[in-house]
């Protein structure tokens, strides 16, 4: 039976048609025609899930279409895979990272780094002609092999499968141990034994627990540092350098400044001006990451004057209710159904997991490695559950969230082990309604979603 999918509106084009170009790493370009073509013509083609509307599974029949950062946003998550591919082709080298982590050390040694979802996604991508349905059905089969081949009690959010059975050219699975993850380290020893032997394996150790301030602890993730750089190197044949790290700690900090501006603005609407899907991407755009950090730098730049434009006119985001009760998720990989939860009128005005990497901005003056080091362990996520919470609460103030909801994945065992106590000191400091429930990646469950629906209906 064929879906239902959504139509970019030619009403928009004109407008878009006068936005700036794509520039990508290797300096090539795509001119919004070139965009507006994909999104209208070749993409739907190829990947009918992404255009499908069918709310219980998130995708939506209204979309913020007057926004050029978004669609600009769409056609870079749409081509990942073919530019991945690409990439490869020409010789470019790919390291599989974990989420919780910037990318700094990867673009100055000349590597693309791909959090799990991208890896995923890269994945994908291969697939073309699938609707919703379809497209979930191949990833739950990959995970399903996944807790056959490595472990059941592991979340399988990564794409170790993927790069196990050799169906993606990764160069490196070279992931930092952070503590919210107890998956990835656990997943690069796994390699060890799979059949994919040619990928290179190495945990980035890092300091647990009450250690942002020790000398000891940045000197040697500094160490860790230099160590991840040279086995890159080894990869790529070049030699990276002091002055290449500066120069992507400079790249890597205006992309940051740019989300921390426009999430600041879009807290400071009085009515939220985009949809809590887009105001997740304008917060995590600042990783620069779409495998291209060019690419998504150049989309971020442009992106300020549409949200300053919306917040001084007072547009609200397309399809929102008036008021809507204001949610702020927590917790590793997840999200809620964000559409479904609009339905209901709400809007997620926040996330802590990768929020907490945009705004850990590095040192420009001396060492770099040592400015990195440090700059990463006072991610304010990986802190101590009382310094986490009083973070998050800081979050929380901001975005005048009304309600909070913590979710952990199965496998997940550090975030498993830490939500009450996370949640209890929200609670105990703001007075805010909060909840926990546990979830399983893949499907958008509708189970979950009506538990998120009890709760908004509460609030
Ligand atoms: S869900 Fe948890 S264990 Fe799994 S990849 Fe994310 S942080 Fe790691």
């Not at 291969?126 to 979340?155: L, P, V, W």
Request: aromatic residues 8%.
């Amino acid at each position: 039976m064929s879906k239902k999918l959504f139509r970019y509106s030619e009403a928009n084009k004109e407008k878009f048609l006068t936005s700036d170009d794509i520039t990508f790493s290797d300096g090539s370009v795509a001119t919004p025609e070139e965009v507006w073509h994909y999104l209208t013509e070749e993409g739907p083609e190829k990947y009918p899930h992404a255009f499908e509307i069918n709310i219980n599974q998130g995708s939506r029949a209204i979309r913020d279409e007057t926004f050029p950062t978004l669609l600009k946003t769409q056609y870079l998550a749409l081509t990942l895979s073919d530019r991945m591919e690409k990439a490869k082709d020409n010789g470019k080298s790919i390291a599989f990272i974990q989420g919780g982590q910037t990318i700094d050390p990867y673009t100055a040694a000349d590597t693309i780094a791909l959090r799990p979802f991208n890896v995923g996604n890269w994945n994908h991508g291969r697939h073309h002609g699938k609707n919703i349905n379809e497209n979930a059905q191949i990833r739950k089969e990959k995970k399903e092999k996944s807790y056959h081949d490595m472990t059941f009690e592991a979340c399988q959010t990564a794409g170790y499968e993927h790069i196990q059975e050799g169906n993606l050219r990764v160069d490196i699975v070279a992931p930092y141990t952070t503590l919210r993850c107890s998956d990835v380290s656990y997943g690069v020893e796994a390699h060890r034994h799979g059949p994919n032997q040619n990928v290179k394996l190495y945990n980035v150790d890092f300091p647990l627990r009450n250690q942002a301030d020790k000398p000891w602890a940045i000197e040697y993730f500094s160490k860790n540092l230099r160590k991840l750089v040279g086995l890159l190197d080894e990869t790529t044949g070049r030699t990276t350098t002091e002055e290449d790290l500066l120069k992507a700690i400079k790249l890597h900090n205006e992309g940051r400044r740019l989300s921390i501006e426009l999430s600041d603005l879009w807290w400071s609407a009085d009515i939220p001006p985009t949809n809590s899907d887009d105001r997740q991407t304008l917060s995590s755009l600042g990783h620069l990451e779409y495998g291209d950090t060019q690419a998504s730098l150049s989309v971020l730049k442009e992106a300020k004057k549409f949200l300053a434009e919306r917040v001084e006119n007072g547009v609200k985001g397309p399809g929102l209710a008036d008021n809507p009760k204001r949610l702020f998720v927590l917790g590793s990989c997840v999200w809620v159904n964000n559409a479904r939860s609009e339905a209901d009128g709400a809007i997620i005005v926040g996330k802590d997991d990768g929020w907490s990497t945009v705004n850990a901005l590095v040192d420009e003056e001396g060492d770099p490695f040592y400015n990195l080091a440090k700059a990463t362990l006072n991610y304010p996520y990986e802190q101590g559950i009382e310094e986490r919470a009083r973070w998050t609460i800081d979050q929380i103030k901001k975005s005048r969230a009304e309600g909070v909801i913590f979710i952990h994945r199965w496998g997940c065992n550090t975030q498993a082990s830490i939500s009450r106590a996370v949640v209890d000191v929200i609670k105990r400091e703001t007075g805010i309604p909060t909840y926990i429930h546990e979830s399983e990646f893949g499907l958008q469950h509708e189970q979950e979603h009506n538990r998120v629906s009890a709760f908004i209906e509460m609030l």
